[in-house]
């Protein structure tokens, strides 16, 4: 009897490396041109800064997240969050969101200028790694593309205007494999 194997959908990395500014508030289109040589229109619909300090005490007092563990260990997860968090984005400090859509189905990965351009800091003491993912508010643009949405993974003052950035690369999902054996 034959087995047949489906793998999953891979995601394919193209290096882009476009320079772009993000200004926040704002809109703006760009284009590039696909690793097949396919030109790609794409539209930042929105530049906004987050207060990830914020969403994550509002997501911590929510009964939910915390259903079926002690007060005790509830601190204890708190106070290492934050001390992380503090080493990534200290309180004052803001990541920037944009919400863009494309019209061919990749998803792009930014970074700051700012970003590329550092070194790696030192930790103080606490280890530990923070993502900050964040969804689109709707699910089509204003150009009824599908919308998505991405955080740059570098803190900014509240009173940021202007992100220079970098578009570093997108990524294509590969389709559904499937091999078959006797």
Same mark, same amino acid.
């Given at each position: 009897?034959?087995?047949?194997?489906?793998?999953?959908p891979?995601r394919?990395p193209?290096?882009?490396e476009?320079?772009?500014t993000?200004?926040?508030g704002? *809109?703006?289109?760009?284009?590039?041109l696909?690793?097949?040589?396919d030109e790609?229109q794409?539209?930042i619909n929105?530049v906004?800064?987050?207060d990830?300090?914020?969403?994550?005490e509002n997501?911590?007092?929510?009964?939910?997240?915390?259903?079926g563990?002690?007060?005790?260990?509830?601190?204890?997860?708190?106070?290492?969050f934050?001390k992380v968090?503090?080493e990534?984005c200290?309180?004052?400090?803001?990541?920037?969101?944009?919400?863009y859509e494309?019209?061919k189905?990749?998803d792009?990965?930014f970074?700051?200028?700012q970003?590329?351009? *550092?070194r790696?800091?030192k930790?103080k003491?606490?280890?530990?790694?923070?993502g900050?993912?964040s969804k689109?508010?709707h699910?089509?643009?204003a150009?009824h593309?599908?919308?998505k949405?991405?955080?740059?993974?570098?803190a900014?003052?509240?009173?940021t *205007?202007?992100?220079?950035?970098e578009?570093?690369?997108y990524?294509?999902?590969?389709?559904?494999r499937e091999?078959?054996?006797?």
């Amino acid at each position: 009897m034959p087995v047949t194997l489906q793998y999953e959908p891979k995601r394919i990395p193209h290096f882009l490396e476009k320079t772009l500014t993000l200004t926040v508030g704002k *809109s703006r289109s760009f284009h590039f041109l696909d690793h097949q040589g396919d030109e790609v229109q794409c539209y930042i619909n929105d530049v906004s800064l987050v207060d990830v300090w914020e969403d994550v005490e509002n997501q911590l007092r929510d009964p939910k997240y915390t259903q079926g563990i002690s007060p005790a260990e509830v601190q204890q997860i708190k106070s290492h969050f934050y001390k992380v968090l503090e080493e990534n984005c200290p309180r004052d400090m803001r990541y920037v969101c944009l919400e863009y859509e494309c019209n061919k189905e990749i998803d792009l990965q930014f970074y700051s200028k700012q970003y590329l351009q *550092s070194r790696p800091k030192k930790q103080k003491g606490c280890s530990g790694c923070i993502g900050v993912c964040s969804k689109p508010s709707h699910p089509f643009g204003a150009h009824h593309l599908p919308l998505k949405s991405c955080v740059l993974q570098t803190a900014v003052p509240p009173d940021t *205007s202007k992100i220079p950035a970098e578009l570093f690369l997108y990524f294509e999902e590969a389709d559904v494999r499937e091999e078959t054996f006797c």
